[in-house]
T-cell receptor
Framework: NAGVTQTPKFRVLKTGQSMTLLCAQD?????MYWYRQDPGMGLRLIHY???????AKGEVPDGYNVSRLKKQNFLLGLESAAPSQTSVYFC?????????????FGQGTRLTVV | AQSVTQLDSQVPVFEEAPVELRCNYS??????LFWYVQYPNQGLQLLLK??????LVKGINGFEAEFNKSQTSFHLRKPSVHISDTAEYFC???????????FGKGTRLSVIA
């Protein structure tokens, strides 16, 4: 029972490089979210999706793009990485909207931009 | 927009002592409230949630929280902590399911033997 799986788990990027973080869930959840976690800042919402083919901006969307081409996958892209994007990224999914039911989290992706 | 304040960034406590982790949210007509726990190098796991009904909510691992609408608080308590409770705890709020979860900055609980 995989739940929410994030790949990769660790990555080091040089400034200006691009990359895509993949989030996959096997629970048939409609709602998926990308958060970033920084020391002393808690979790901040980057983008979210309320269903296949939909995306919406969260609190800190600048510098990121997302796509939800398949219901089970939610991709987070960095087109031109910056040191300010060094963070731990968490993907989450839920069956019902925004807190009606439990949100399940992945194990996180630790990204360092040098 | 909703906001969450966790009043303590770090809480050290001796094993078997009681603990309270404080959480306040900005006022709203109605909210859903959550506590999540993050063990080292792990994702977040739901401890408990308040959607409606009884203001005292019981969760996993012996934790409970009380919703206080007049004080806009949702403090987390445990009567006797164990070493295994050492983790970071996050309070989160949603406007009755109409907005994504907004998290507080977290409280790091350190249980001392």
């Amino acid at each position: 029972n995989a739940g929410v799986t994030q790949t990769p788990k660790f990555r080091v990027l040089k400034t200006g490089q691009s990359m895509t973080l993949l989030c996959a869930q096997d629970m048939n959840h409609e709602y998926m979210y990308w958060y970033r976690q920084d020391p002393g800042m808690g979790l901040r919402l980057i983008h979210y999706s309320v269903g296949e083919g939909t995306t919406a901006k969260g609190e800190v969307p600048d510098g990121y793009n997302v796509s939800r081409l398949k219901k089970q996958n939610f991709l987070l892209g960095l087109e031109s990485a910056a040191p300010s994007q060094t963070s731990v990224y968490f993907c989450a999914s839920s069956y019902a909207p925004f807190g009606d039911t439990e949100a399940f989290f992945g194990q996180g992706t630790r990204l360092t931009v040098v | 927009a909703q906001s969450v304040t966790q009043l303590d960034s770090q809480v050290p406590v001796f094993e078997e002592a009681p603990v309270e982790l404080r959480c306040n949210y900005s006022s709203s007509v109605s909210v859903y409230l959550f506590w999540y726990v993050q063990y080292p190098n792990q994702g977040l796991q739901l401890l408990l949630k308040y959607l409606s009904g009884s203001t005292l909510v019981k969760g996993i691992n012996g934790f409970e929280a009380e919703f206080n609408k007049s004080q806009t608080s949702f403090h987390l308590r445990k009567p006797s902590v164990h070493i295994s409770d050492t983790a970071e705890y996050f309070c989160a709020v949603s406007d009755r399911g109409n907005t994504p979860l907004v998290f507080g900055k977290g409280t790091r609980l350190s249980v001392i033997a």
